[in-house]
């Protein structure tokens, strides 16, 4: 009992940090540009258009037996939904629960679909780690960027191989092993590149919100900042933490923009505006969402158990 208070409070610490910065440095009182309000409604827009199904066509890559897109890209909005509410890792959980039809679910697909996500985290941390290691080249991240990211890679790559020696020993437990062999077999050289490739894709339209948000709260458009903020925000986010990642996306998107000449109070509102418009949107979408996909489901399983009761 003890273990768990600690782990929740270590957990709840980066939303305590957050709100004790907030009071400290009362960012509410930084003036904003007057494209302020069509730089917020881009951004929704372009993370509808580019940023999510990109992301919802990232783990169909990586599905066996994929279902089609549109159900892809609900599951995956869900997803989102749960995180925003839940946290701790359950979107991945919550986005393979609901992807497939519940006669699927039983027959032991949740499991399947649910080590695709892994494969999916995989390339995009490998992603990530290529483009960090990129970026520390062309820019003076320092050595240690370039240490860490080719750690990586290694690991990804090691992670690969003792895979792949574990799953002819898993079979006294059928399950597992076949989780495991999923994730393995949606870990193939042309996946996972097509899978980076989006990564890099969905990133990339990033870049251009972060762009926008740039001129709202009066700062120099930046390519390199843009980047800088990217970077800081996935390397933060990487292990799931709160309900919508609060504190931790705050605190590397922040970290990044001073680093780059940003005064500090500019910096938690550029980081704390841009993290509300990727998450209250998204919640009020997946939750209409939800609600649809749920009543269609209740709708047509109705009539098949009333025939089996007869």
């Not at 895979?163 to 059928?174: A, C, E, H, S, T």
């Not at 001129?215 to 970077?231: R, V």
Request: with cysteine; charged share 15%.
């Amino acid at each position: 009992m003890i273990h768990r208070r600690w782990t929740i409070a270590l957990r709840c610490l980066p939303l305590g940090l957050l709100a004790v910065v907030l009071w400290r440095e009362k960012p509410w009182t930084v003036q904003l540009s007057a494209s302020a309000p069509w730089a917020v409604t881009l951004t929704i827009l372009l993370n509808f258009a580019v940023y999510l199904p990109v992301k919802a066509l990232r783990w169909r890559v990586a599905l066996t037996a994929p279902p089609p897109f549109r159900q892809v890209l609900a599951a995956t909005l869900e997803g989102l939904l749960a995180n925003a509410a839940i946290g701790f890792g359950s979107g991945d959980l919550v986005r393979s629960a609901r992807l497939r039809r519940q006669g699927q679910l039983e027959q032991g697909q949740l499991a399947v679909d649910y080590a695709s996500t892994w494969a999916e985290r995989g390339a995009e941390v490998l992603a990530l780690a290529l483009l960090i290691f990129v970026t520390a080249l062309m820019t003076n991240l320092g050595m240690l960027a370039l240490c860490l990211s080719g750690l990586a890679v290694a690991a990804y790559v090691a992670l690969l191989g003792v895979g792949r020696i574990l799953v002819p020993r898993l079979g006294p437990w059928p399950r597992v092993q076949r989780a495991l062999s999923s994730g393995l077999q949606a870990s193939t050289f042309r996946r996972v590149a097509v899978m980076a490739a989006l990564s890099l894709l969905g990133w990339g339209s990033e870049i251009v919100m972060l762009l926008l948000f740039q001129g709202a709260f009066h700062l120099e458009p930046s390519f390199h900042t843009a980047l800088l903020t990217l970077l800081g925000i996935n390397a933060a986010i990487v292990i799931p933490t709160l309900p919508g990642n609060f504190g931790t996306f705050e605190a590397g998107a922040t970290m990044a923009l001073v680093l780059c000449g940003a005064p500090r109070d500019v910096a938690i509102l550029y980081a704390l505006t841009y993290h509300l418009t990727h998450v209250i949107p998204v919640a009020v979408v997946a939750t209409t969402v939800y609600l649809i996909r749920s009543r269609s489901r209740r709708y047509k399983t109705t009539p098949a158990r009333t025939s089996t009761g007869r």
